[in-house]
């Protein structure tokens, strides 16, 4: 008789097989962005470079195209951009994680990876509860359950999720994304010596505590580290309330800064900044890696936000990571940049133009494509605007009077023109990846982003460049090879 997990596996393989080719034919499919090779993926999952390999397990649904009781996905990379789907790396085929491997992490200890996860355990009721597990692998591909290690402290709901562990000062720390028992998000904090028994060590941030105060019902995907000589916290709370131009997702994804005192299991921060301005990223992980590099994936998407009504679905998968991005601390702010290493994409060399419009909008020669990197530098906008429209269905425009970048996109639900908003006193740069349906806008160096999916008509390769006054901008353009 086959075991849960062999049962689990064999399935999923299945589904990889049926459905492959119908996957393969989406012209939506991404050429360059990771994405499931059928179903469901979520958060990024478990990310290390280990023994020189980058590896990044996933929330993975293959059965079908919405959420339920996730595997460990697994893809393995030797330099961030090419990537093999590796064997899946957990199944739920534990009592302990009956429901769901969740959203968890991984660290190198002894030469073995450790990875850590929540056990999601659902009764008939829908009554939860939450186990944070740990699975040892020597190879990085097979690995041995060793069942929870952490158990629920009083004082919290079963929302309790999400670990990701640390060695700081000899020791082993988890932050884990928390409910408290009168429904405040919150980061909560766990010790070790040896990985095999945590201590609760308190609250580390939100609960209704200042500075944060009043911050939503629950934190998901917590992540702690040093960046540049300060402690970050990115975390992704849900129930906050939209304020201007904040906020206007579902749920967010951002940090605090601030300084961890491990000895003391305490953490004094600052205020709230969103991560990514754009419609779609949320749980985003991060890794050191062996360059020194603090690098970030996202999900492309948000949980709850029209995510049955994305075309893909209609060819058996949905959602994708974004590209991978290293991150820096420069000048008292969070810059995110596109690894170095995607430049391996690029197809031939640049199409260059030195660009003047004065309210005018034009395309330029060379300049189109599905799979593309646009480079705008030395941008001037001395007044009005001026905007990027891309296969006529996403916009990226910049008032220089309202000193606003927004990234406008026709809506896959209804049709309609939406909006994401940042405020940006002066555009200098503009890095874009287009890769089919998916936009990834990096402003001033990294400064500022905004990530979206998009769904221009098939045939729509237009790029066009517009403005209401005299711009001018050095333009610089690739074609990206497809690697997915
Ligand atoms: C975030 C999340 C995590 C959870 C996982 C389940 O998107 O809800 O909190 O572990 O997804 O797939």
Not at 95 to 103: D, L, M, R, T
Not at 374 to 402: C, F, H, K, P, T
Request: glycine share 8%.
């Amino acid at each position: 008789m086959m075991s849960k997990d062999q049962e689990l596996r064999k399935s999923a393989y299945e589904e990889i097989e049926k459905h492959q080719s119908l996957v393969e034919s989406d012209p939506y499919r991404l050429h360059y962005h990771i994405m499931p090779p059928v179903g469901l993926l979520n958060d990024p999952n478990g990310f290390i470079q280990f023994q020189g390999t980058y590896h990044l397990f996933y929330q993975w649904m293959p059965y079908k195209t919405d959420h339920g009781a996730k595997l460990w996905g697994h893809y393995s990379s030797e330099d961030l951009v090419h990537w093999t789907h590796e064997e899946i790396a957990l199944t739920p085929s534990e009592w302990f994680e009956k429901n769901g491997c969740y959203s968890g992490s991984a660290i190198e200890h002894d030469g073995k990876l450790y990875a850590f996860y929540t056990g999601n355990v659902k009764d008939e009721k829908g009554n939860r509860e939450s186990y944070q597990c740990l699975a040892v692998s020597e190879d990085g591909i097979h690995f041995d359950k060793k069942g929870p290690v952490a158990h629920l402290p009083d004082g919290y709901t079963a929302h309790f999720r999400d670990p990701k562990v640390w060695k700081q000062d000899g020791r082993w720390f988890m932050v884990i994304g928390a409910q408290t028992e009168d429904e405040k998000g919150a980061v909560a904090l766990f010790t070790s010596d040896n990985l095999m028994d945590w201590t609760h060590a308190g609250i580390l941030a939100g609960a209704g505590q200042e500075p944060l105060g009043e911050f939503g019902y629950m934190f998901e995907c917590p992540d702690l580290f040093d960046l540049d000589g300060r402690d970050v916290l990115v975390f992704s709370p849900q129930g906050l309330e939209a304020e201007g131009m904040s906020y206007q997702n579902v749920y967010q994804a951002g940090y605090v800064t601030g300084t961890f005192d491990p000895r003391q299991g305490t953490y004094e921060h600052g205020a709230f900044t969103e991560l990514d301005h754009g419609f779609d990223f949320y749980a985003p992980q991060t890794a050191l890696d062996e360059k020194g590099r603090r690098l970030m994936f996202g999900w492309m998407s948000v949980p709850d936000q029209n995510e049955q009504d994305h075309p893909t679905i209609a060819y058996k998968w949905l959602h994708n990571m974004t590209l991978p991005r290293v991150l820096t601390w420069q000048d008292g702010q969070l810059y995110q940049q596109p690894v170095q290493e995607l430049e391996a994409l690029r197809q031939g060399e640049a199409v260059e133009h030195q660009v003047t419009l004065s309210k005018e909008s034009r395309s330029l020669d060379g300049v189109d494509g599905k799979a593309v990197e646009l480079m705008l530098s030395d941008i001037d906008v001395a007044e009005g605007w001026m905007s990027v429209a891309i296969g006529g269905n996403a916009r990226i425009l910049y008032s220089r009077g309202q000193q606003v970048l927004t990234l406008e996109r026709q809506s896959y639900v209804d049709g309609t023109v939406e909006k994401r908003q940042v405020e940006v006193p002066q555009l200098d740069s503009l890095r874009i990846y287009v890769d089919t349906s998916s936009i990834e806008v990096f402003a001033n160096d990294g400064a500022c982003v905004m990530t979206a999916r998009f769904y221009p008509s098939v045939q729509d390769t237009s790029i066009r460049f517009s403005s209401s006054a005299a711009v001018s901008f050095y333009l610089r353009k690739w074609n990206l090879a497809k690697v997915f």
